[in-house]
């Protein structure tokens, strides 16, 4: 902590939690303790059951979880290669050249999430490309809202490589290629598990574009937590929204563990 005193400290600590538990921990909190009740008749829910979890772990809800997943990691894999590709080729740009290779890529995130399913929908609707009704609608609507933020994860790291190592490889010899798979990209590769697990987190919630561009056998997990609390399922939708929370953390858990041991190779 870079407060050193000793009241600094403590002032620091209560402000972290006025400000951590009623904006960021309790939310949380009651959208767990809800996927266990059966009451919600006053401010908290009461009562206890695991019922809930039955119906959040099997049949639809089993598959629109595989489905946010496959999804999810399918969007990040090509985010991903977009996004570092995109970076890599973009670093030898002139400044005018990058601003603008970044304004491109910014440009899903900078209007709302609907508007880019829309695009999309209008976009891929007719022949030659028509995805409209498939899954792959959904995968590329996905992987175009996260791209962006691969893009200058990747671009922020390619910023830090120090060029010695590149130099040293390519007096030695190597070839562009064999610089850019054996020295560049293992040195980015702390950034580039970043990258994915931040793009599959966010795939994972995604809900805005989904909505418009679901076909009815690729349901994601997100539109079925939506459907159950709109029809009144509360305690429903909170069940499906922990088990969301929880395989999303657990893969971001397994990606920091690899981003762990890539930092220290």
């Known amino acids: 902590m870079l407060v050193h005193s000793r009241k600094g400290k403590w002032a620091t600590w209560a402000v972290f939690f006025v400000l951590f538990l009623p904006l960021f921990a309790l939310p949380l909190l009651v959208v767990l303790a809800a996927s266990f009740a059966t009451n919600w008749s006053s401010a908290f829910p009461s009562g206890f059951t695991t019922g809930h979890y039955s119906a959040a772990t099997r049949g639809e809800s089993l598959q629109a979880l595989t489905t946010s997943l496959v999804t999810a990691l399918t969007a990040s894999v090509l985010a991903l290669v977009v996004g570092t590709w995109a970076a890599l080729a973009g670093h030898a740009l002139k400044k005018r050249g990058k601003r603008l290779l970044d304004a491109l890529f910014m440009l899903p995130v900078a209007v709302p999430s609907v508007v880019v399913g829309l695009a999309i ?89 989904t909505m418009m561009l679901y076909p009815p056998d690729w349901t994601p997990l997100p539109v079925q937590i939506y459907a159950a609390t709109d029809r009144g399922a509360l305690f429903t939708g909170s069940a499906l929204a922990v088990v969301l929370m929880t395989a999303t953390v657990l893969v971001l858990f397994a990606v920091s563990r690899i981003r762990t041991r890539a930092s220290y190779r």
């Not at 490589?161 to 007096?171: F, G, I, M, T, W």
């Open 121 to 209: 929908l209008v976009a891929f609707s007719k022949p030659p490309m028509l995805l409209n009704g498939t899954r792959w609608i959904v995968v590329l609507a996905h992987a175009v809202l996260v791209t962006a933020f691969a893009h200058q994860s990747v671009s922020a790291a390619v910023m830090r490589l120090d060029p010695a190592y590149e130099q040293a490889a390519a007096s030695l010899g190597a070839r562009p290629s064999y610089v850019l798979w054996r020295v560049r990209l293992p040195l980015l590769l702390p950034s580039l598990t970043a990258a994915a697990g931040l793009c599959f987190a966010l795939s994972m919630g995604e809900l805005s574009a």
